[in-house]
């Protein structure tokens, strides 16, 4: 009979969102912050080959160090288990104990470094490599190189706990009594059965009435290298913290946490306080789940809402309550919650650590294990972890040294013993005596992150509607406007989180699922658009006119007509400032960069630009703001969306109708007004009548001649502009109009431009707003215009 071969492959299991982040991370950063090296010291006569064995046993034991991970082409990233008995420990034994000890230190630092620097391979092997390195006749120090991908910090130390139990079982010579160790299949199982409606209720709780998180890095920069820094609490000050967790009924842990939200309040100057916190997401009712080893690690969610008048106890017991409910739903990704919260925004970007691993020092065969040390993974601007034990509690700090100074380093590492003792001196203290009686923040010091400069490239804006949806979750996910459709997302302060966010955010809002690792290989809007575009077989009509400023926001868009110059790029300083949630485009003239003809015609332009309107936004409603030589064609398209069943909402920017349509009456207010201005200002009136004639007549004539082709195709794109607002045959339309006004230094101009709207449209609505007509979407009028828009448009 034909022996039956064994199979190659024991079981595909998907990644968890937690495990992919880790693995963009992996691929698209230079330094791989996930990579470890898990260490801990060994003293006593350690037997090497009973040793190895008493690792190949914990290998058969454990599924993830048989585990492998693939992604290319493929969907989804997987990860692919060895049957047992296919994988033997990588293990290397090293003799120092001739070395000094400082040369010792040294070369254990090179090792971890080139450890490092050669890093895992995922897809080829699994990640079982051990240095043994004897230090002393009677001592070692073991080295294990893992990755975070697969492993945690509590699953090294479960699987070195039970590398030390079959050792001592070999020494002995009897068979190692373990637990069996529940399959991972079985715990996905659980996890897909687990109705997630308490967990919905618990975060949707605690994240009511949640407005704008804040955010240590602003700008969302791309994060540079990390400083470290660590404070190494005093005894008297650890007893008292000890004490103060005692006193007020709580752990260590809550303490800690409510430290740091208020030491983030103080920083921020905000009484809502989110961070992340990093939890074993253990804590479900999984049997047997402690002796599980893998990724299983994650980071969720705090908020904590101050009141200067709430006391301290009363914080800690809110957030120690909070946490206890929150333990039941440690196994939640913020992935899920994020969608709970129907927000696509970061809720955070800084992580609070506070580690408990079950280890206790290990005697096993005759050998002592100790000093473990296994280390952290953050892609966050700021992460603060604290290490307890009973006699010391240690805190570090990893800071972005492009946000954090020194000095802030300092301060925030100093805080903890300030508090500590003001909350030791005084009984049950509020949270403004706190703040009193500590060092308050410099503000000199506080983050600020270089302004990343907004890309006015036109060929760089999303150009169809696939584009402009990629816009939208790209400017959520990353909390920025300025992206333009060739950034490298990564590039912009993309995070492996957030591009796993995304591509559920593409699953939802367009219908298809790609793999995050598509994000490798089509890292820009522009190209991951074409790449939806191909495997999904949509087909969409790219635009010609239609340059999207802000494309994020769920109420009515505002589309902003080019005025004579033909440009857009003005309005970006007005998006700053209208309704966060009201996307902004912008509609600019075909010609301006010499690819498409001019439009013949008023009535030519507004039929193109209706159409490229409604291909982004198919249903309306429309509001169309105009402003100086854009007013023909926005009245135009006003009066073709109400014939298509439409509700456009025409927004005049101070400006007259029939602009060159001169009587009597307007002659005179012109002169009348001139002189006025003159008679106040002669300087200004001069100047600016010289720069209106210099830009009108002699600046087109010389860049005619000596101009760029840019500078050409804009001039030649302004001289038509106005030619064709002049041919434009004004008629009555059945509208209803809003017209803008500023104050006037002679009044009859408000009146002759009112009278202008007046005979053309059904019914104009009049509202005033600060500045100027000529500065209207400069600083600082543009503020109050927006403002202003804000209360009409709402």
Known sequence: MDKIAKPKIQAIYPLSTMQTALLFHHLTQQKDLGFLNVQCTIDGVLKIDLFKQAWNLAIKRHAILRTSVHWEKIKKPIQIVKPSGTIEIDLTTLDWTTETIENQRQKLKTLKANNKKSGLDFQKKPLIKVSVIKTMQDSHVMVWSCHHLLLDGWSSSIILKDVFTFYEALVKNVKALLEPIPPYKSYLNWLKDTDENAAKTFWLDTFKDFETPFFFNKNQLPLQAAVKSNVQLSTETVQKAQALAKSNQITLNTLFQG??????????????????????????????????????????????????????????????????????????????????????NQLFDSLFVFENFPWKNIKSGGVEVHSLQSGNTSTYPLTLTVISTNQSIDIHLSSDKSLFSDETNHWFLSQFEEIINVLDQNENPSIKTIFDNTTPINPDVIAQPSIVKKNTNIAAVPKNKIEVDLLAIWQNLLNKDAISSEDNFFEIGGKSLLAVRMFTLIEDLLNIQLSPTTLLEHPTIASLATLIENESGLKTENWNNLVPIRSKGSKAPIFCLHAGGGHVFFYNTFAKYIDKD??????????????????????????????????????????????????????????????????????VMDTMAEQEFITADRLKMRVLGFLKRLLKNPTSVISIMVSYRYKKYIKPFFIKIFGSTEAKNTSSTTVHLINIYNKYKWKSYDLDITLVLTKKVNELFNKEICASWNKLANHVHIINTEGDHRTLFDEPDVKSVAETLNKHLN
């Open 259 to 344: 430290l740091w939200a208020i030491i983030i309040s103080k920083y921020s100057n905000s009484l809502d306080v989110v961070y992340g916190n990093t939890v074993s997401g253990r804590s479900g009712d999984f049997p047997n789940i402690e002796l599980m080893a893998g990724m299983f690690t994650n980071v969720i969610p705090v908020r904590t809402k101050l009141d200067h008048n709430l006391s301290v106890k009363d914080c800690l017991k809110k957030i120690q309550s909070q946490q206890l409910e929150a333990r039941k739903f440690e196994h939640v990704s913020i992935n899920s919650i994020s969608e709970w919260l129907n927000t696509s």
């Open 582 to 651: 009201r996307p902004v485009y912008a509609i600019q003239p075909s010609g301006l960069f010499g690819k498409l003809p001019k439009h013949k015609n008023i009535e030519a332009m507004a039929v193109d630009y209706v159409k490229e309107i409604r291909m982004a936004y198919p249903e309306g409603p429309f509001n169309l703001m105009v402003y100086c030589h854009s007013t023909a064609v926005g009245f135009e398209m006003s009066n073709l969306l109400k014939n298509l069943g439409h509700k456009a909402n025409l927004i």
